[in-house]
């Protein structure tokens, strides 16, 4: 297995855990927090999403599906558009709604799409490249991306949580 089947296959996981969490739900039932400052659905997969668009944009030299195609606008979210969700408030993970769960999943794969298309390029020496040196030590594109994988595989077992809640209630 090569480098760019194992990434694949890890955001592929991701993209499956979204959908399968996601989908079928109501804006409320996206919208629930099982306490006044835990997050929800929607702003869990949002900001999983966000992350990985972010971060892997930045190291593949793209533009953000958040803002070039326009995703931004469609949710309509009062948030700047540089915003990830990182340290947000209680208030601003509440002002994280939607309409359907389309919006979620729809924006959630054309990210995947863009990240499936990078990491196919990604070769064993390229893992090896710095594309941060703002740490100590730098970070590398590998550690980069697993950086994401981790994050976002952890949130969308939060929002799968979150779910389970919602369903034996």
Known sequence: MTSALLLTDAFDRIRQQVRQTAGGLTPDQLAYRVDADANS?????????????????????????????????????????SDTGYGHSSDEVAAVRVESPDLLIGYHDAVHAATVDYVASVTDGDLERVVDRSWDPPVTLGVRLVSVISDCLEHAGQAAFVRGILQRA
């Open 41 to 81: 659905i929607a702003w869990l997969i949002w900001h999983l999403t966000r992350v990985q668009d972010d971060h892997v944009s930045d190291v593949a030299g793209t533009a953000q599906a958040w803002t070039d195609a326009g995703w931004a606008d469609l949710f309509g979210l009062p948030l700047d558009p």
